[in-house]
């Protein structure tokens, strides 16, 4: 990610507002000012931190638990997901069934090698750069998330569609351009899908560079229990210490969420060694088909070390898609 500062600000009223990003979170710090003769009520939200998840470098991920970061849509989810197809031994064994379109004849390339969980893979046949993968289960799952791990990178796919069996094969998903992979490197992919079928394939179009086309290991997770989920900020120095604080939560729910009963926010002002709970966290508006939560609290015997805790309740499925943590000094 590349790091950028825009300097100089712009006026809006009788503030001016200058913002910086860094890495993969944005973060707005604004400074306001008076005119002369302006009156500003208070508290004035001085110095705040927005990260809209666009990597996790925003978020403290080691000290955050049950978290699940979705990179393609830049959100955290409380929606857990296993995978659902048991580790094989054969292509049959010990359920449900792997195929594929072509695999090397030798010995230890067969289409159960991409489910077997040991390191092994499968490899299409001599000259082919392109083919698929597939595995049906005994009975219908609903396939939410898939993951792709590469071995040799000119052999890794490309281009490729993600695909359920429903008397013809439906796309779920299509993905282009992925090069660069690294040996053993996993992604991971997250699909919109609400349908249960029995058979998923990966229809490979276009590979790395190479005669042939390989899979080290797939999976395919199911939507399971969604687990209750705590996500903690990584800290930002406040200019001078802080009386009042104010959280903002661009909120999606997956199940109907009551905001302060399913899901609270904290805030901290010594790093995250205390946390206040945000009381009155309500709904105040929308934006992009997504909620607005927000509330405020007093902060008193506060440092400068700026950090906002979610805690989600009661297993309901939820997305965070930004939080912005805003502070008073004045």
């Given at each position: 990610?590349?790091?950028?500062?825009?300097?100089?600000g712009?006026?809006?009223?009788?503030?001016?507002?200058?913002?910086?990003?860094?890495?993969?979170?944005?973060?707005?710090?604004?400074?306001?000012?008076?005119?002369?003769?302006?009156?500003?009520?208070?508290?004035?939200?001085?110095?705040?931190?927005?990260?809209?998840?666009?990597?996790?470098?925003g978020?403290?991920?080691?000290?955050?638990?049950?978290?699940?970061?979705?990179?393609?849509?830049?959100?955290?989810?409380?929606?857990?997901?296993?995978?659902?197809?048991?580790?094989?031994?054969?292509?049959?064994?010990?359920?449900?069934?792997?195929?594929?379109?072509?695999?090397?004849?030798?010995?230890?390339?067969?289409?159960?090698?991409?489910?077997?969980?040991?390191?092994?893979?499968?490899?299409?046949?001599?000259?082919?750069?392109?083919?698929?993968?597939?595995?049906?289960?005994?009975?219908?799952?609903?396939?939410?998330?898939?993951?792709?791990?590469?071995?040799?990178a000119?052999?890794?796919?490309?281009?490729?569609?993600?695909?359920?069996?429903?008397?013809?094969?439906?796309?779920?998903?299509?993905?282009?351009?992925?090069?660069?992979?690294?040996?053993?490197?996993?992604?991971?992919?997250?699909i919109?899908?609400?349908?249960?079928?029995?058979?998923?394939?990966?229809?490979?179009?276009?590979?790395?560079?190479?005669?042939?086309?390989?899979?080290?290991?797939?999976?395919?997770?199911?939507?399971?229990?969604?687990?209750?989920?705590?996500?903690?900020?990584?800290?930002?120095?406040?200019?001078?210490?802080?009386?009042?604080?104010?959280?903002?939560?661009?909120?999606?729910?997956?199940?109907?969420?009551?905001?302060?009963?399913?899901?609270?926010a904290?805030?901290?002002?010594?790093?995250?060694?205390?946390?206040?709970?945000?009381?009155?966290?309500?709904?105040?508006?929308?934006?992009?088909?997504?909620?607005?939560l927000?509330?405020?609290?007093?902060?008193?015997?506060?440092?400068?070390s700026?950090?906002?805790?979610?805690?989600?309740?009661?297993?309901?499925?939820?997305?965070?898609?930004?939080?912005?943590?805003?502070?008073?000094?004045?």
């Amino acid at each position: 990610m590349n790091r950028w500062v825009l300097g100089g600000g712009f006026a809006i009223g009788v503030g001016v507002i200058s913002a910086m990003a860094c890495a993969d979170s944005f973060v707005m710090r604004k400074q306001i000012g008076s005119t002369s003769g302006a009156v500003l009520s208070s508290p004035v939200y001085s110095e705040g931190i927005t990260d809209a998840f666009t990597t996790e470098s925003g978020v403290n991920t080691a000290n955050s638990a049950n978290q699940t970061y979705n990179a393609a849509g830049d959100y955290y989810t409380s929606l857990g997901v296993v995978n659902a197809i048991p580790v094989m031994t054969s292509d049959t064994a010990p359920s449900g069934v792997a195929s594929a379109s072509s695999n090397d004849p030798s010995p230890g390339y067969g289409a159960w090698r991409a489910f077997d969980n040991t390191g092994t893979s499968w490899i299409s046949n001599s000259g082919l750069n392109t083919g698929w993968v597939a595995y049906q289960f005994p009975t219908p799952q609903t396939i939410v998330q898939y993951t792709v791990q590469a071995d040799v990178a000119s052999r890794a796919p490309k281009d490729w569609t993600f695909q359920a069996f429903s008397g013809s094969w439906v796309t779920l998903d299509t993905q282009t351009g992925q090069t660069g992979w690294g040996a053993g490197e996993t992604r991971t992919f997250s699909i919109p899908n609400t349908t249960a079928y029995s058979s998923y394939r990966i229809n490979v179009t276009a590979n790395n560079g190479n005669s042939r086309v390989q899979i080290l290991e797939m999976q395919m997770m199911s939507s399971g229990t969604t687990p209750d989920f705590t996500l903690l900020s990584n800290a930002a120095a406040a200019t001078t210490a802080p009386h009042d604080g104010q959280i903002e939560v661009l909120h999606e729910s997956v199940d109907a969420v009551t905001p302060g009963t399913d899901i609270k926010a904290f805030l901290s002002c010594d790093g995250g060694g205390t946390f206040a709970e945000v009381t009155g966290l309500a709904n105040s508006g929308t934006e992009g088909g997504y909620d607005i939560l927000t509330g405020a609290i007093p902060i008193v015997n506060c440092g400068t070390s700026m950090v906002w805790k979610l805690t989600t309740h009661n297993a309901k499925a939820q997305r965070i898609h930004r939080v912005k943590y805003e502070w008073a000094s004045n």
